[in-house]
């Protein structure tokens, strides 16, 4: 009976996780998802990568809206490994692995009503979170803040951001 339990409170836990992951990503506004979709296509297409990954957490997402649907993001996250190889297309049944690192991403791009713009070209950095850097770190933050603004407009990274 004691066995029993354990195994139901283990499946019950595993399921809470991978909901947490999917409810976190379904909390993100569209213009966010898109950016996510993004990042994962691209770590996705490089042939080192063997695992599916999945949206884990923002942890920091920043905008400007100069007017005229036009909105500049920046978001730093988290994409977690799962046990699902490569091109799986629905990750509901994927269970996260404990033994990968995490991949750790900044991005921004430009978008207009919601879709990503061509122009100035998405930024993407994703790399395991064990081998980043600070310099690196540094680094991407400058490059969004080089993006194409207005003149005049405050930089990415000092706009009004959510956590």
């Given at each position: 009976?004691?066995?029993?339990?354990?195994?139901l409170?283990?499946?019950?836990?595993?399921?809470?996780?991978?909901?947490?992951?999917?409810?976190n990503?379904?909390?993100?506004s569209?213009?966010?998802?898109?950016?996510?979709?993004?990042?994962?296509?691209?770590l996705?297409?490089?042939?080192?990568?063997?695992?599916?990954?999945?949206?884990?957490?923002?942890?920091?997402?920043?905008?400007?809206?100069?007017?005229?649907?036009?909105?500049?993001?920046?978001?730093?996250?988290?994409?977690?490994?799962?046990?699902?190889p490569?091109?799986?297309?629905?990750?509901?049944?994927?269970?996260?692995?404990?033994?990968?690192?995490?991949?750790?991403?900044?991005?921004?791009?430009?978008?207009?009503?919601?879709?990503?713009?061509?122009e100035?070209?998405?930024?993407?950095?994703?790399?395991?979170?064990?081998?980043?850097?600070?310099?690196?770190?540094?680094?991407?933050?400058?490059?969004?803040?080089?993006?194409?603004?207005?003149?005049?407009?405050?930089?990415?990274?000092?706009?009004?951001?959510?956590?």
């Amino acid at each position: 009976m004691a066995s029993l339990l354990l195994l139901l409170f283990t499946f019950g836990a595993l399921l809470s996780s991978s909901n947490s992951q999917e409810n976190n990503y379904n909390k993100l506004s569209e213009s966010y998802k898109k950016g996510v979709d993004l990042a994962l296509q691209k770590l996705h297409s490089h042939t080192g990568i063997q695992h599916h990954f999945v949206f884990l957490r923002s942890l920091l997402k920043s905008d400007i809206q100069p007017g005229f649907d036009v909105t500049y993001i920046y978001h730093h996250f988290y994409l977690k490994p799962t046990t699902c190889p490569k091109g799986t297309l629905d990750s509901k049944g994927c269970q996260p692995r404990k033994n990968r690192p995490l991949i750790d991403c900044a991005m921004c791009y430009k978008t207009l009503r919601d879709e990503i713009e061509p122009e100035p070209k998405p930024y993407v950095h994703c790399v395991h979170k064990t081998a980043l850097t600070q310099e690196m770190r540094e680094a991407s933050v400058e490059h969004c803040n080089q993006m194409g603004y207005g003149s005049g407009a405050p930089t990415l990274l000092a706009s009004r951001g959510t956590k």
